[in-house]
């Protein structure tokens, strides 16, 4: 059984950090693309960041650039996402998510649509 498992959420100050863990279980993690997605509330799901645990591409939606770090630890089979300066508007619940590595690339590593597996999502509160 597949299975996705978010952690780290929490309660944090503008200009703070968090470190989310998404970790693997039921596949072969090296196969996979893992993808970080958040919603706030009455917005879309949007993708923020995603890496190809094979050969180590990575995605960043301009609005994390720069302040989002995503990393994977292949032996353990778990994805994070290392969040700085973080901002109000980064309030939101964070997905992981993960697709078969071929059906994305680089430019289409932030399509919701393309993953077939995901977490039940972790919230991140931003307070000004």
């Known amino acids: 059984e597949v299975q996705l498992v978010e952690s780290g959420g929490g309660l944090v100050q503008a200009g703070g950090s968090l470190r989310l863990s998404c970790a693997a279980s039921?596949?072969?993690?090296?196969?996979?693309?893992i993808g970080w997605f958040r919603q706030a509330p009455g917005k879309e799901r949007e993708g923020v960041s995603c890496?190809?645990?094979?050969?180590?591409?990575?995605y960043y939606a301009d609005s994390v650039k720069g302040r989002f770090t995503i990393s994977s630890d292949n032996a353990k089979n778990t994805v994070y996402l290392q969040m700085n300066s973080l901002k109000p508007e980064d309030t939101a619940v964070y997905y992981c998510?993960?697709?078969?590595?071929?059906?994305?690339?680089?430019?289409?590593?932030?399509?919701?649509?393309?993953?077939?597996?995901w977490g039940q999502g972790t919230q991140v509160t931003v307070s000004s």
């Open positions: 998510a993960a697709t078969w590595k071929a059906s994305v690339t680089i430019a289409t590593m932030p399509h919701t649509s393309l993953y077939d597996y």
């Open positions: 039921g596949f072969t993690f090296d196969d996979y693309a």
């Open positions: 890496i190809s645990s094979s050969d180590g591409s990575t």
